[in-house]
Structures are given as C-alpha cells and as structure tokens.
C-alpha cells in the first residue's frame, strides 16, 4: 500500500560524501520511524540509521560519528548524510519506515559504491 522511493545513491571516492533521501509515495500518518538499513554482498542487512517520530536517533556502530540521520515531517522525507565514506560502507542501502501499528515497508533499494 505504501511504496518507499529512495535516490541519492551512487559511486564516489573513499572520504567523499553522499546524501540519500527517501519518501513514501503518499502522505502516511502514523509513521512511528523511519531509517536505513544496508546490505553487502554475502552479509546480513543491518542497521545503518534510524530515525523516531519524537526525534530520537539510533545508528550502526560502523557508521557512528560519520553518517547522520535527520527527517523533514512536512514533507515526509528521511534523508542520510554520509560523510567520510570507507569502502566498507559499499552496500545496498535500503529506506525502511515503520508505522505505530508496527508494519514495516522497505525501500527497492539505492546502490553505495565506495572506491578506495
């Protein structure tokens, strides 16, 4: 019922930055959280960022210090700053946003290529 569209994503140099941003394609109300989640090839999906409707934020250890999670409410929009990209944040990022009744819905999914 919801769709989540995610952009942003892309190739850049070791120590480069990346902003993604992502939105469900209609207005939703009862967002209880929204965050991003990564997977690389042949590991687990894990927790990148997260960010709760009261404002409160959770973050991988990986990326602490350097990735920052913040949330526009008007126009229902989570966006990651990457800043000091590793090589090891080469990933498929993915949007997630929960809602109060705890139903989850998922992003397809934006590319992260890190060169060294």
């Known amino acids: 019922q919801v769709q989540l569209v995610e952009s942003g994503g892309g190739l850049v140099q070791a120590g480069g930055s990346l902003r993604l941003s992502c939105a469900p394609s209609r207005s939703i109300f009862s967002i209880n959280s929204m965050g991003w989640y990564r997977q690389a090839p042949g590991k687990e999906r894990e927790l990148v960022a997260r960010?709760?409707?009261?404002?409160?934020?959770d973050y991988g250890d990986s990326v602490k210090g350097r990735f920052t999670i913040s949330r526009d409410k008007a126009k229902n929009t989570v966006y990651l700053q990457m800043n000091s990209l590793k090589p090891e944040d080469t990933a498929v990022y993915y949007c997630n946003l929960q809602t109060t009744a705890w139903n989850n819905y998922w992003g397809q999914g934006t590319q992260v290529t890190v060169s060294s």
């Open positions: 960010i709760a409707d009261v404002g409160t934020t």
